[in-house]
């Protein structure tokens, strides 16, 4: 389809029908001579009375008409009496109300802004203005217009308006020469910009291939790109020939540029496990800072602790259960010791395990907090134990005031418990731990649940494995599987996988199906079919609430794209009464089945009349809300409501098919696998380990039985550059 010519129109702003403060999307009727225009657009603090001239196109809204969608604007300054006594009057200049506007015009008339901006101290000749306020009145508005010189430079860029805002909002007045200094700077979080896309930038720019800005930016943009695999670190003889290569220049600049990094400590480097590493900054403090916490820890707690047998024996008589001699040795040790683990696979009898030790340590008086690391995680621990449990977010409390993303919780404003049990360990990235050690007093116990034959984090780190493998922290690994849990086809499967046995698939009364099939569309067939209409009519399950497609990879015809593809054509076709808009090639619309597939803290969310902050990465809702007319839509994430703007879309997936690896910490009750071929890096013994446990109900597995041996053979376990667990062994850290 070919592109929209693209007009130009230029008039006075009349009116701010609507406006986002956070985004900058705004709708306004804009004066074109004889007519008034309904412009829509990304624009940042314009105000009435101002004059504009926007470049876009024309587009029709099913609810609004016909509007001018503004894809670039550029302002300029009122230039009649009225129009400038209008701009003052709508409070667009701080410190300048309606009332002084006209006192201001009648002084200085058509000269008023020429005036305000290059010779303020003239104001004060207008009674009511001190030579102090017309100094703050004139830097107020040179400061305005530094965004318009700042969005212009942006615009000649290629940057979108969007993109701008962020920008702006990050470096204020300083933007242009910020990025005419190093436009690198431009791959920093807060903006988001690929590597590649401010390559190009410089590049027109006439910075040189050679440039140390375009090789410290390639270090840590390789950096970065590892610490998403998972890896903490990576080592130096493997950082230097990746970036080289992706550069495509001279080893020696990369390794002369590295040499600077590490000496003004921009990044760091540690001789470790794997030889000498280089790390991101953040991610060196937070390592460093884990593993000093770990050893204090340990080298605090008491080496001749009591012996809490006959509490627990007692705890067994009064609760009219009988403990396993490990999950008696568990309790005891979750008692005795500062810092414990407790690991176990389906059916292990973990959460009675859990239960016993919640239950003794309150009985001394302990305030004990429980946390996970997702919503779902949180809700199931919480029903498990008859006690309140939080996501370590919301239990750590964010700071909106605070720049980095930071905690309420932290050195200087301890949680107030005695003791910290954190479920689904297994995905508590590196960062995120470190912010819950800082919240812990120094007298407050931990005890770390989780299942160290799951996959590792979605974030950097590999925290669970690197602790059990320190072999310095109290563990115990529950293994025996007991009666209840051994009539369930999932759970013996489950632990069979572990253990290198293919699993029983041809069971015909069993909560654990495989259904062959010979082709990859048929296999993809019968899962639509499953989710849409077999297990809702023979178990009553929701299509959207109980049941999950889990995915290995996200390719092909049975990958979570093409899934998601089918599976919203079943499920919730296009509908003219229900909202949707396009974003980079997918629709989302009222109804859909969606995931937050990054970490987002400022985002509010309402529950009830409890208000928070924050949406993280794997969060699971439904949009219930999709407006055009506001660019907005509403996700409710279970207990909770955010609010979205079209330009956040890119933070959100579909959900009717995830990835196993997203699936951590969650419990379906039904969950659908298809599993097709051999893909070596894809397929492997504990991401179907994964998959098979996220499965309360029933598990049905669709495709080929040759893929499930396969992965069962394939024990390469994820491996991950990390040092936490030589740390901890050589008592280092910070």
């Known amino acids: 389809m070919a592109e929209k010519e693209k007009i130009k129109l230029s008039g006075t702003v009349e009116t701010i029908v609507f406006r986002n403060e956070d985004t900058g999307f705004t709708v306004m009727d804009l004066a074109v001579e004889e007519e008034l225009v309904t412009v829509v657009g990304e624009v940042l603090d314009i105000a009435e009375g101002e004059e504009v001239t926007v470049t876009g196109s024309y587009t029709t809204h099913g609810t609004y008409g016909t509007q001018f969608k503004a894809e670039l604007y550029e302002r300029v300054m009122p230039a009649t009496s009225s129009a400038i006594r209008k701009y003052l009057a709508s409070g667009a200049v701080r410190g300048v109300g309606p009332a002084l506007s006209h006192r201001l015009v009648d002084r200085f008339g058509e000269k008023t802004l020429e005036i305000m901006e290059n010779d303020p101290d003239r104001l004060a000749e207008v009674k009511g203005i001190s030579p102090k306020k017309a100094r703050e009145i004139g830097e107020a508005f040179r400061g305005l217009y530094g965004i318009r010189t700042a969005m212009i430079f942006l615009s000649g860029l290629g940057i979108d308006p969007a993109a701008s805002i962020r920008i702006w909002k990050m470096w204020g007045t300083m933007t242009t020469q910020v990025i005419q200094e190093n436009p690198y700077r431009l791959c920093c979080e807060q903006v988001g910009m690929e590597f590649e896309e401010a390559d190009q930038i410089a590049a027109r720019m006439g910075i040189p291939e050679d440039s140390p800005l375009r090789v410290k930016a390639a270090l840590g943009h390789v950096l970065r790109r590892n610490a998403q695999n998972g890896h903490t670190c990576v080592p130096r003889e493997k950082l230097l020939p990746i970036t080289t290569e992706f550069l495509q220049c001279e080893g020696e600049l990369v390794e002369q540029e590295l040499e600077l990094e590490l000496e003004d400590g921009s990044l760091y480097l540690l001789d470790g496990e794997w030889g000498p590493c280089v790390y991101l900054p ?405 991401l179907l380990y994964t998959g098979v446990t996220r499965a309360r109900r029933i598990l049905v597995m669709v495709g080929q039985k040759s893929t499930v041996a396969g992965m069962v053979e394939n024990n390469a376990k994820t491996s991950r550059y990390t040092n936490l667990r030589y740390m901890v062994e050589n008592r280092m850290g910070i």
């Open 282 to 686: 953040e991610l060196f403090f937070a390592e460093n800072y884990i593993a000093g916490r770990i050893n204090l820890m340990l080298a605090t707690q008491n080496p001749y602790p009591p012996d809490h047998q006959n509490s627990v024996e007692l705890l067994e008589e009064t609760m009219g259960i009988t403990y396993a001699a490990r999950q008696r040795s568990a309790v005891a040790q979750a008692l005795s010791y500062n810092l414990f683990i407790l690991t176990g696979g389906p059916g292990t009898g973990k959460t009675t395990t859990m239960a016993g030790i919640l239950e003794l340590l309150e009985q001394q008086g302990l305030k004990v907090a429980l946390a996970a690391p997702t919503g779902r995680a949180a809700k199931r621990l919480a029903e498990v134990t008859g006690r309140e449990a939080r996501t370590i977010h919301r239990l750590l409390e964010i700071d909106p005031a605070s720049p980095v993303h930071g905690f309420k919780h932290n050195e200087k404003n301890p949680l107030r418990c005695g003791a910290v049990i954190v479920d689904e360990m297994s995905m508590v990235d590196t960062l995120l731990f470190e912010s819950l050690l800082r919240a812990l007093k120094m007298s407050c116990k931990l005890i770390l649940v989780g299942d160290p034959d799951q996959l590792p984090s979605v974030g950097a780190g590999n925290l669970l494995r690197d602790l059990i493998a320190s072999e310095r922290v109290a563990t115990v690994h529950l293994n025996e599987i007991f009666r209840q849990a051994a009539n369930s086809l999932i759970v013996t499967n489950a632990h069979a996988i572990v253990r290198g046995e293919n699993p029983e698939l041809d069971a015909k009364e069993s909560d654990c199906f495989f259904l062959p099939r010979t082709s990859l569309d048929s296999a993809a067939a019968t899962v639509a079919d499953l989710v849409s209409r077999r297990l809702p009519s023979s178990y009553g399950y929701s299509p959207i609430a109980d049941i999950q497609v889990l995915c290995p990879g996200r390719k092909g015809a049975l990958g979570v794209e093409e899934l998601n593809r089918r599976l919203q054509e079943v499920l919730n076709p296009a509908d003219p009464n229900k909202g949707e808009t396009s974003f980079m090639g997918r629709v989302f619309r009222e109804g859909d089945k969606v995931m937050q597939i990054k970490n987002n803290y400022d985002i509010i969310w309402k529950s009830g009349d409890t208000q928070g902050m924050g949406v993280f990465n794997g969060d699971i809702g439904v949009i219930d809300m999709l407006d055009r007319g506001s660019k907005s839509l509403r996700v409710r994430f279970d207990d909770k409501s955010a609010l979205y703007s079209f330009e956040m879309l890119d933070q959100l997936e579909h959900a009717y098919a995830i990835t196993i690896h997203k699936s951590q910490g969650c419990e379906f009750e039904a969950v659908i696998m298809p599993l097709w071929g051999a893909h070596r890096r894809l397929h492997y013994r504990n």
